[in-house]
């Protein structure tokens, strides 16, 4: 089936804007969790949901970051007042159960200029 | 705390050698999950095995194999007869309950595989 899908997969942005980076996970995967990957490194925690709660966002730098999953599927992760610190590759992952696996998808790549 | 320390940065080894990258972790908890994941120079990470505390049984998968450790915490992974496919970032990653977190995975910096013809 369908793996982890990601858009856009590449943004640029200015420094101020806002940015939605939009995550699809697999179909019937309870759990969806957001990273972030710098460069040379592992990817960084920043959520995670079950269904459609939001329980754990202690990885969320501050207050500019919040993400959400309204109807228990799609994610929607939210930059606002973009800097260019943010930079990065913002990855998605979801498994069938909060023990399970957990499937990555292709990253969005985030350029703050 | 909960680490993951993969001390080796960068490894070069030549086609058909075996090669097997370190995995050390940290945690308080008895009940956490070990993950490896590839992440090829195309980008995407790519997942290869969980094992869970309870099982040090090692496992193989063809070319592939695991030996989990709980005496020396460590979860190392050795490729047999590598070859140029398998060239990638190695990440291994550590999710337990510990300090109420019970969804994320840690990650360790990632070892550079170069396997050359």
């Known amino acids: 089936g369908a793996g982890v899908s990601q858009s856009p997969r590449y943004k640029v942005t200015k420094r101020g804007q806002d940015v939605a980076l939009r995550c699809d996970p697999i179909?019937?995967?309870?759990?969806l969790y957001w990273y972030r990957q710098a460069l040379g490194q592992g990817p960084e925690f920043l959520t995670y949901f079950n269904y459609e709660a939001q329980q754990d966002k202690s990885g969320l730098p501050n207050d500019r970051f919040s993400a959400e999953r309204p109807e228990g599927s799609i994610s929607t992760l939210t930059i606002q007042r973009t800097e260019q610190r943010d930079s990065a590759m913002y990855r998605c992952a979801s498994s069938l159960a909060i023990t399970g696996e957990q499937y990555f998808g292709p990253g969005t790549r985030l350029t703050v200029t | 705390a909960q680490k993951v320390t993969q001390a080796q940065t960068e490894i070069s080894v030549v086609e058909k050698e075996d090669v097997t990258l370190d995995c050390v972790y940290e945690t308080r908890d008895t009940t956490y999950y070990l993950f490896w994941y590839k992440q090829p120079p195309s980008g995407e990470l790519v997942f290869l095995i969980r094992?869970?505390?309870?099982?040090?049984q090692n496992e193989i998968s063809g070319r592939y194999s695991w030996n989990f450790q709980k005496s020396t915490s460590s979860f190392n992974f050795t490729i047999t007869a590598s070859q140029v496919v398998d060239s990638a970032v190695y990440f291994c990653?550590?999710?337990?309950?510990?300090?109420?977190?019970?969804?994320?995975?840690?990650f360790g910096k990632g070892t550079k595989l170069s396997v050359k013809p």
């Open positions: 179909s019937g995967h309870v759990s």
């Open positions: 990653a550590l999710r337990s309950n510990y300090g109420g977190s019970q969804g994320n995975l840690i």
């Open positions: 094992r869970n505390s309870f099982d040090e």
